[in-house]
T-cell receptor, first 112, second 119 residues
Framework: QKEVEQNSGPLSVPEGAIASLNCTYSDRVSQSFFWYRQYSGKSPELIMSIYSNGDKEDGRFTAQLNKASQYVSLLIRDSQPSDSATYLCAVRRKANTGKLIFGQGTTLQVKP | EPEVTQTPSHQVTQMGQEVILRCVPISNHLYFYWYRQILGQKVEFLVSFYNNEISEKSEIFDDQFSVERPDGSNFTLKIRSTKLEDSAMYFC?????????????????FGPGTRLTVL
């Protein structure tokens, strides 16, 4: 079982729609969860972090965490063509270690 | 806005040669990391560094790899004898803390990367 699992996509949505990106993780003691955006040939760019169950909103982005189901998601409202990128889910398992474990990433395509 | 910087952006080397990749983390950050991403694959953790010591390393980070903070600003990754399979993007990242509490202090910010090509 992969430690952090994402559907590689591509996920295709029309401009203005809601894009929903999902991630599951295997280690129940995982503590911190991050979403990064990566454009082709570029480095990961932090979008959101979430640490406790529930929703966290930042502008058009909402991160959702369900520790019981070991599931974290990212919603992008009013999707724009500039949101087209690969979205990486990253998990930190233990306190006091910075090691992030990344998923393979989901490629999002927003069509005008 | 503060950012992580990396040099060079692209490094080409011959197999068996030594390379040093350089990073300048965000100035008030205390934890530093190296990750790599082989083309088409996921981002992989190599090593974390705090208080002039390695705090954690992965199985990838074997004896041919070393890290150093030679002065108050730079953080380097040295690969002693490069192999073809070391060809990848190498990302440096930094954070203020590494866990134990929630919040923005734990967030890791990545530099633009160094593309290493081993021929």
């Amino acid at each position: 079982q992969k430690e952090v699992e994402q559907n590689s996509g591509p996920l295709s949505v029309p401009e203005g729609a809601i894009a929903s990106l999902n991630c599951t993780y295997s280690d129940r003691v995982s503590q911190s969860f991050f979403w990064y955006r990566q454009y082709s040939g570029k480095s990961p760019e932090l979008i959101m972090s979430i640490y406790s169950n529930g929703d966290k909103e930042d502008g058009r982005f909402t991160a959702q965490l369900n520790k019981a189901s070991q599931y974290v998601s990212l919603l992008i409202r009013d999707s724009q063509p500039s949101d087209s990128a690969t979205y990486l889910c990253a998990v930190r398992r233990k306190a006091n270690t910075g090691k992030l474990i990344f998923g393979q990433g989901t490629t999002l395509q927003v069509k005008p | 806005e503060p950012e992580v910087t990396q040099t060079p952006s692209h490094q080409v080397t011959q197999m068996g040669q030594e390379v040093i990749l350089r990073c300048v983390p965000i100035s008030n950050h205390l934890y530093f990391y190296w990750y790599r991403q082989i083309l088409g694959q996921k981002v992989e953790f190599l090593v974390s560094f705090y208080n002039n010591e390695i705090s954690e390393k992965s199985e990838i980070f074997d004896d041919q790899f070393s890290v150093e903070r030679p002065d108050g600003s730079n953080f380097t990754l040295k690969i002693r004898s490069t192999k073809l399979e070391d060809s990848a993007m190498y990302f440096c990242a930094s954070s203020f803390t590494a866990g134990g509490s929630s919040g923005a202090y734990n967030e890791q910010f990545f530099g633009p990367g160094t593309r290493l090509t081993v021929l």
